[in-house]
């Protein structure tokens, strides 16, 4: 027996083990160390897999359906089942034996649906939510990078992982922090917009979401930070009011980001943004601009592109 079995073995043996942690606006008491888990979206999962959690999971739901995986991170997926390729229904996680899911608020679960905390409680299956998507259910809740912490070392308690949590939450936080202290105080912060999709009406993050700590962290300034909402529908107007500097895409979805990007550039109604006619765009996978290790790697981009007289010297 291998000394992480042994270990495990040891804990779940011991009736005193229970760990209590904060899940959105809920008290989540944990009797053992999860062996069945399940995780939803391309985010939660990549964060089970980066504490070591591969061995204790059943299964994923919500990437094919939407996203498409780096070959490293396809990797590690090929041989854990996908037990939807969109939102996982009640059937799906009891089929899968789960005995814990890792999930959020439109992260595979929606207020009144089929899959919520409540719903799966009465088979005796614990749901941890996603800290950044407790705005649907906390009204005003804003998004920070701490949410992410938070998350990993609550997992990390609840999986028995702490160490290896604790690392992953110190190793992020000194890469934030060598930005921050390049960046000093900024004088001005140039406004960045959020491109998600959409055509006719497009979809941005607004100040509740993960773009806006990231923007932030950065040294700029969210357009749309006016907006209570964490991913929204807005108007073209509202972009062109607001001027944006420089226009992250989000890659994912049917549309690549240089299809993305070739829109934007012939949008009639865009041809006055600077952000548009000095062609400034960033590009960041939908992991990297949603809770998740690439945080930091998000931030390290958006510094450079924003604040490149500090970041090519």
Not at 41 to 46: Q, V
Not at 88 to 99: F, K, T
Request: charged fraction near 20%; hydrophobic fraction near 45%.
């Amino acid at each position: 027996m291998g000394l992480f079995t042994f270990g495990l073995a040891l804990l779940l043996a011991s009736p005193a083990w229970a760990v209590t942690v904060t899940s959105c606006d809920r008290q989540l008491t944990i009797e053992q160390p999860p062996q069945r888990a399940v995780s939803h979206d391309i985010t939660l999962t990549a964060m089970l897999l980066a504490l070591g959690l591969k061995e204790r999971m059943v299964g994923y739901s919500g990437v094919s359906g939407w996203k498409t995986p780096t070959p490293e991170l396809q990797a590690d997926l090929d041989d854990l089942p996908e037990l939807a390729a969109r939102y996982p229904s009640l059937e799906n996680l009891l089929g899968a034996g789960a005995d814990f899911v890792f999930a959020g608020w439109n992260y595979g679960m929606r207020i009144g649906g089929e899959v919520t905390p409540a719903s799966l409680e009465r088979f005796g299956i614990p749901v941890y939510e996603l800290s950044e998507s407790c705005a649907h259910v906390m009204p005003g809740r804003v998004a920070s990078l701490d949410d992410l912490y938070n998350d990993l070392r609550n997992l990390g308690r609840i999986f028995a992982v702490e160490d290896r949590a604790e690392a992953l939450v110190q190793g992020m936080q000194a890469r934030v922090a060598a930005v921050s202290n390049q960046l000093g105080e900024q004088p001005t912060r140039p406004r960045v917009f959020v491109y998600d999709s959409g055509e006719d009406v497009p979809f941005s993050a607004g100040r509740l979401g993960m773009p806006q700590p990231l923007i932030e962290a950065a040294g700029g300034r969210n357009v749309m930070d006016r907006v209570a909402a964490n991913w929204m529908k807005v108007g073209w107007e509202s972009v062109v009011e607001q001027d944006p500097e420089l226009i992250l895409i989000v890659d994912y979805g049917e549309r690549t980001a240089a299809q993305k990007r070739d829109f934007l550039m012939q949008h009639p109604a865009l041809q006055g943004v600077t952000a548009i006619r000095e062609q400034r765009f960033v590009v960041l996978s939908y992991l990297a601009v949603t809770p998740s290790l690439d945080n930091a790697m998000a931030i390290e981009t958006l510094a450079a592109a924003l604040h490149p007289e500090i970041f090519s010297r």
